[in-house]
């Protein structure tokens, strides 16, 4: 299960680029590897639109509140939120996030970090936080903010496919051996 922002919200733009354009091209490359290994996954978008569907009074609230909707109507074993960083000065790197009061929110994330540090490079640690998105859903999820559109050279490199999808597969890979530390303790 994957979500992000997208309508009136385009999320940060930077040199021309949104990031809810960027987050939607990533989530569906996630959505085609996650498919190839025999996952079933939801998104909560489609195409530029939030979830309210509206072309007025945009309301991050209501988009936020039905997100949780849709993705708590799912059951799904895990969902991402997908997103891109920005920021004034020149940093760089993937960073994934978890409810600060979930220990297997953390180990999710922390799994999902270690297999995009591979592709991104990150220096960056995991951290906990109090996202509406994470603390409302009643399923286990994560945000991936999966590099920094203020920076130029990550920008290019999040613009391309064949860069989606080394972190389509990155991710992939960390939710897979996440299942499989999971299992292996049972």
Not at 11 to 17: F, H, K, L, Q, R
Not at 36 to 51: E, H, I, N, P, W
Not at 99 to 121: D, F, P, R
Not at 143 to 167: A, D, I, M, P, W
Request: overall charge negative.
């Amino acid at each position: 299960m994957t979500q992000a922002i997208g309508g009136l919200d385009n999320g940060a733009s930077v040199g021309g680029v949104n990031e809810d354009d960027l987050n939607l091209e990533i989530s569906f490359a996630l959505k085609t590897e996650l498919e190839s290994r025999g996952a079933t996954v939801y998104l909560t978008r489609t195409d530029d639109q939030d979830m309210t569907k509206r072309t007025y009074n945009y309301s991050k609230q209501d988009d936020m509140y039905l997100r949780r909707l849709a993705i708590d109507a799912y059951h799904p074993d895990v969902f991402l939120s997908i997103h891109l960083n920005s920021a004034t000065n020149n940093s760089w790197g993937s960073q994934v996030f978890y409810y600060q009061n979930s220990s297997e929110g953390q180990k999710l994330a922390s799994i999902i970090h270690e297999s995009m540090k591979e592709v991104t490079g990150t220096t960056k640690n995991i951290s906990s936080c109090s996202f509406y998105i994470l603390k409302n859903t009643a399923s286990l999820g994560v945000l991936v903010e999966c590099g920094f559109l203020s920076n130029s050279n990550e920008r290019g490199q999040l613009k391309s496919s064949k860069y989606q999808k080394k972190l389509a597969i990155a991710m992939s890979d960390g939710i897979e051996n996440y299942f499989n530390a999971l299992a292996s303790t049972l």
